[in-house]
């Protein structure tokens, strides 16, 4: 009995003669524990990509970055990370509150390599881990189903420039974002937010636009 593979995957993998290697590849590559180079590999991440499944049965795929260590192994079944403050949407953590079936990437683009990771979320706000996060709204756990490392054949490869301004850190003031600045938002706005950008004035859509097209890290 296979723990990844349907009878979707099952037709594929016959019509293409692939049935053996794809059963080759899950018995010695998919783990159900994080052991210590994985656990090492994930710790060490800045970023990693997170699909959830939204309240209409439709996939999503969020990027969630932070610096090194922002997501935590826990103990070989169970990791943990923080949602910082975002756009007031909580995509992610809203569908994880009502479908916990949750899948992470974890990338390194310098190397390359990368880990995928099954498993089940819950999120909350009540976490006793989420004083130890600057700025956490939410902490997520992963109780870890599944995890295997993907062949990097064809990963880019890409060097970090430098790391984003926005990452909540306790020894600097968290800059604002620039798009709550944007003309036409300040209604809507919660009155921390409206304070800040009463502080660092208005801007046009067209001009954090123009960050964003010009790499300008102001965006």
């Known amino acids: 009995m296979s723990r990844l593979y349907g009878e979707q995957h099952r037709a594929l993998q016959d019509r293409f003669d692939s049935r053996r290697m794809a059963d080759r590849i899950e018995q010695i590559?998919?783990?159900?524990?994080?052991?210590?180079?994985?656990?090492?590999?994930?710790?060490?991440?800045?970023?990693?990509?997170?699909?959830?499944?939204?309240?209409?049965?439709?996939?999503?795929?969020?990027?969630?970055g932070g610096d090194p260590g922002f997501v935590r192994v826990l103990d070989a079944q169970t990791l943990a990370f923080p949602s910082y403050d975002g756009n007031g949407m909580f995509y992610s953590t809203g569908n994880l509150s009502a479908n916990p079936q949750v899948g992470m990437l974890f990338i390194d683009l310098e190397k390359p390599h990368r880990i995928r990771v099954q498993g089940t979320a819950t999120v909350s706000a009540?976490?006793?881990?989420?004083?130890?996060?600057?700025?956490?709204?939410l902490i997520v756990?992963?109780?870890?189903?599944?995890?295997?490392?993907?062949?990097?054949?064809?990963?880019?490869?890409?060097?970090?420039?430098?790391?984003?301004?926005?990452?909540?850190?306790a020894e600097t003031e968290t800059p604002l974002c620039a798009w709550k600045r944007i003309d036409g938002?300040?209604?809507?706005?919660?009155?921390?937010?409206?304070?800040?950008v009463e502080q660092a004035g208005n801007?046009?859509?067209?001009?954090?636009?123009?960050?964003?097209?010009?790499?300008d890290e102001r965006a």
Not at 185 to 196: F, I, S, T
Not at 203 to 215: D, F, H, L, R
Request: glycine letters at 4%; charged letters at 30%; proline letters at 6%.
């Open 203 to 215: 801007i046009s859509a067209e001009e954090w636009v123009g960050y964003i097209v010009a790499g």
């Open 29 to 64: 590559g998919v783990k159900l524990e994080i052991g210590p180079q994985e656990r090492a590999f994930i710790e060490a991440r800045d970023m990693f990509f997170l699909s959830s499944v939204d309240h209409r049965g439709r996939p999503t795929v969020s990027y969630k």
């Open 185 to 196: 938002m300040q209604d809507v706005l919660r009155p921390h937010e409206l304070a800040a």
């Open 141 to 169: 756990r992963v109780k870890v189903s599944e995890l295997w490392q993907n062949c990097p054949r064809y990963v880019h490869r890409y060097q970090k420039v430098q790391a984003s301004r926005y990452v909540p850190r």
């Open 126 to 137: 009540e976490d006793p881990l989420r004083a130890s996060w600057h700025e956490a709204e």
